[in-house]
T-cell receptor
Framework: GESVGLHLPTLSVQEGDNSIINCAYS??????FIWYKQESGKGPQFIID?????DKRQGQRVTVLLNKTVKHLSLQIAATQPGDSAVYFC???????????FGTGTSLTVIP | NAGVMQNPRHLVRRRGQEARLRCSPM?????VYWYRQLPEEGLKFMVY????????ESGMPKERFSAEFPKEGPSILRIQQVVRGDSAAYFC????????????FGQGTRLTVV
């Protein structure tokens, strides 16, 4: 079946450094990808999304890159702050079907 | 504009009891999704509903689980005869239209079966 997985389950970065969180997906038919942030005890919060007809999209301090050739998605966080500490999920949505498929998540810890 | 509201936030049930989880979508949203999250795992899709209709329940266990989204009132995820393996966080998300963009999540209900 389809899966959305993450390369690294945990990531620690120094405050002020840039963070890169990676995600692999298996379904080349997926046309929409989202990054969510989940803080402890809270629900997932939308960060940024990208459609399959794009390679890159930038938001405030975050950039998502999509490499369809190798089915790879990454989230880059610039100047990481302690408030960025959370679990980050990538999710894919197929061009047919109703649900988002989520990966396990990467736990990001920012070291002050 | 209040976000997606789920209640209760925490629910403890003994094995064999029933659990009822409620989700009020954001104002103007008519699409509701339920997900289950086990510890250290991602979100697993359970069911997608529109008002008074179940659109996709491919992620729902065949027995003991049911969901509804009535014309009036919140969406309800019902788990009958709970077992220890049902212990998890259950998240509800809503969106204004299906083929659109992101879904907005609630804070979740943490079910513990003792």
């Amino acid at each position: 079946g389809e899966s959305v997985g993450l390369h690294l389950p945990t990531l620690s970065v120094q405050e002020g450094d840039n963070s890169i969180i990676n995600c692999a997906y298996s379904n080349s038919a997926s046309d929409y990808f989202i990054w969510y942030k989940q803080e402890s005890g809270k629900g997932p919060q939308f960060i940024i999304d990208i459609r399959s007809n794009m390679d890159k999209r930038q938001g405030q301090r975050v950039t998502v890159l999509l490499n369809k050739t190798v089915k790879h998605l990454s989230l880059q966080i610039a100047a990481t702050q302690p408030g960025d500490s959370a679990v980050y999920f990538c999710a894919e949505k197929k061009n047919t079907g109703n649900q988002f498929y989520f990966g396990t998540g990467t736990s990001l810890t920012v070291i002050p | 504009n209040a976000g997606v509201m789920q209640n209760p936030r925490h629910l403890v049930r003994r094995r064999g009891q029933e659990a009822r989880l409620r989700c009020s979508p954001m104002k103007g949203h008519s699409h509701v999704y339920w997900y289950r999250q086990l510890p250290e795992e991602g979100l697993k899709f359970m069911v997608y509903l529109q008002k008074e209709n179940i659109i996709d329940e491919s992620g729902m266990p065949k027995e003991r689980f049911s969901a509804e989204f009535p014309k009036e009132g919140p969406s309800i995820l019902r788990i009958q005869q709970v077992v220890r393996g049902d212990s998890a966080a259950y998240f509800c998300a809503s969106s204004p239209y299906h083929s659109g963009t992101e879904a907005f999540f609630g804070q979740g209900t943490r079910l513990t079966v003792v």
